[in-house]
C-alpha cells in the first residue's frame, strides 16, 4: 500500500469554475433537451481533449448521467462506452446521443402529438395509469401533492399522444421533451438532496391548467428541439454521417456492466461519479422515474436504488469492512465518537460501502485501461459533524493501489457546505484528480 500523502495540488479554480457547471448546457444545443442539475458542461470535455498529449480512440464514462462525455465525445469521432444505472437517465442520454433523426420524421411525430391534445379525452385517467407514487396527484385525504388534478390531466393527455408514435426512437425523444417540462408544472422543486414543495405564495409559484400544460410543451418542442433537429440535419448534409455513441450506452450498474469491456481497450477516462453526499439520484428524479414509467411499482424503485452507487443511505448495506486507508480509517473513528446523535444509524456503512465501490471502479480500470492512458475524475470532499472526509487524497490512495500514478490534484471548486457543517468548514473543495495507468 502506497503511504504517500504528497500529492501536486494545482489551483484551477479559474479554469474550472465556470465550465464545471452544467448550467453552461442550458442554452447549447442537444445539452439544452433537459435540465440536467449535477454534472459538467460540454466545455470541460473539450477542455480536456485539447490538452491531451494523444488522440484517444476509446473512452469511458462507468457514470453517464445526462450523457455529456459521450455526447461532446461523438461530436470530435471519439467512441465512449458509458454506463448508466437509472434508467431514466440512461434512456436520456442515449437519446441525446443519437443523430439519425430527419426532420420529416420528426414533423410527423409532432403532427401526431398536435392532433391527439387538439382533442383530449374526458376519460384521460381510465385509459392511461396515473403512477402508484402515493402523492403523486391531489386526491382526498392529502395535505400536499406533487400535481394538480388538471395538471396530470394534462401530462396524461401528452402521454396519450406520444403513444401514438410506432417509432420507438421519436416517442423516446417526445418523452424527453416531456421530461423537462415535468418538474416545472408540478408543486416541487429539487432543493440539494431531495424535492421540496414550492411556496404558493412565492412570485416564481405559477398553476398550470391542462390546456396550459399542454401550451408549455408545444412551445418546448418548438423552441428547444426542433430547432435542434433541424441543426442535426443541417450539419449532416454538410459534414455527412455523425458518429454516434448511443449504442455505447449500456444500461445497468457499471459492478456488474464493465465486463462486457475488452481488456486494454480503453485510452481515456472522462467521468464523475456520485458525490458522497447521501443523495439519492433516484430521489432527485422520482418524477420522471414514476410519470415516465420507468418504474411502476415501489418494489421497482427499492431494486433501483440496491443497484446504485453506495452514496446514500436508503438501502441497508449491512457491516461493511474498511479499505486499509488511514485517511479513511481515521474519518471512521471519528465520526464514530456520534454514532448516537447519527441522523442515520448507516451512515458509516455508507461512506465504507462508497469507497469499496471505488476500490472495485479502479481495480476494474487497470485491467480495462491501455497503459500511460489517462484518467480525468470529478470527486469533492464532504463533511459530517464537522469531521472532513477528504474524498480526493482517499480516492487518489486508491487508485495508486491499483495501479495507477497521480499526476495532480486540480481544484476546481469550493463548495459551501451544510448549513450544519458552515461552522466548523468554511468550504469543501471539488476536484479533478488527472493520473494515468502505469
Not at 50 to 79: R, W
Not at 181 to 191: F, G, K, P, Q
Not at 254 to 263: A, L
Not at 280 to 297: A, G, H, Q, R
Amino acid at each position: 500500500m502506497n503511504e504517500s500523502s504528497d500529492y501536486k495540488y494545482s489551483d484551477y479554480t479559474q479554469t474550472y469554475n465556470s465550465i464545471m457547471k452544467f448550467n453552461k448546457n442550458k442554452v447549447i444545443p442537444i445539452h439544452q433537451w433537459y435540465p440536467f442539475v449535477e454534472g459538467y458542461s460540454r466545455e470541460f470535455i473539450q477542455s480536456i481533449i485539447e490538452e491531451l498529449p494523444y488522440k484517444p480512440t476509446h473512452c469511458l464514462d462507468p457514470f453517464s448521467g445526462s450523457g455529456t462525455t459521450a455526447v461532446e465525445l461523438q461530436y470530435l469521432g471519439i467512441i465512449c462506452t458509458s454506463f448508466e444505472v437509472n434508467p431514466f437517465m440512461h434512456n436520456l442520454s442515449v437519446t441525446k446521443m443519437r443523430t439519425d433523426y430527419t426532420l420529416k420524421s420528426f414533423q410527423k411525430s409532432y403532427n401526431i402529438i398536435k392532433s391527439s391534445l387538439e382533442q383530449p379525452l374526458d376519460n384521460i385517467d381510465s385509459i392511461v395509469p396515473i403512477p402508484e407514487y402515493k402523492s403523486i396527484v391531489e386526491k382526498k385525504g392529502l395535505k400536499k401533492w406533487i400535481f394538480n388534478k388538471d395538471t396530470m390531466n394534462g401530462i396524461l393527455d401528452i402521454k396519450y399522444a406520444i403513444s401514438k408514435i410506432r417509432d420507438k426512437k421519436y416517442r423516446n425523444l417526445f418523452n424527453i421533451a416531456l421530461a423537462s417540462i415535468l418538474l416545472e408544472v408540478s408543486n416541487v422543486y429539487r432543493n440539494g438532496k431531495c424535492l421540496s414543495y414550492k411556496h404558493r405564495t412565492k412570485n416564481n409559484y405559477k398553476e398550470y391548467n391542462r390546456t396550459a400544460v399542454h401550451d408549455l410543451y408545444i412551445s418546448r418542442i418548438n423552441n428547444v428541439f426542433l430547432p435542434d433537429i433541424k441543426n442535426i440535419e443541417k450539419y449532416k448534409a454538410i459534414n455527412g454521417k455523425i458518429k454516434s455513441n448511443y449504442k455505447y450506452c449500456i444500461l445497468g450498474d457499471f459492478r456488474e456492466k464493465i465486463q462486457e469491456i475488452e481488456d486494454d481497450s480503453i485510452d481515456l477516462v472522462i467521468t464523475s461519479p456520485p458525490y458522497l453526499n447521501s443523495r439519492d439520484y433516484t430521489d432527485t428524479y422520482m418524477i420522471e422515474l414514476w410519470m415516465l414509467d420507468y418504474i411502476s411499482s415501489y418494489d421497482e424503485l427499492k431494486k433501483l436504488r440496491k443497484n446504485t452507487f453506495r452514496s446514500h443511505v436508503q438501502v441497508k448495506w449491512g457491516n461493511l469492512e474498511t479499505l486499509d486507508i488511514e485517511e479513511l480509517k481515521d474519518c471512521i473513528n471519528k465520526l464514530s465518537k456520534f454514532k448516537d446523535i447519527f441522523w442515520n444509524k448507516d451512515l458509516l456503512e455508507m461512506i465504507k460501502g462508497y469507497f469499496l465501490d471505488m476500490d472495485f471502479l479502479f481495480f476494474n480500470l487497470s485491467k480495462k485501461m491501455k497503459k500511460d492512458s489517462l484518467i480525468y475524475f470529478n470527486v469533492a470532499n464532504s463533511a459530517y459533524y464537522g469531521i472532513e472526509i477528504k474524498v480526493d487524497k482517499i480516492v487518489a490512495k486508491i487508485a495508486e493501489n491499483n495501479g495507477f500514478k497521480i499526476h495532480e490534484i486540480r481544484e476546481a471548486r469550493k463548495i459551501k457546505p451544510s448549513s450544519q457543517q458552515k461552522e466548523y468548514i468554511p468550504y469543501l473543495l471539488e476536484v479533478v484528480i488527472v493520473m494515468s495507468k502505469m
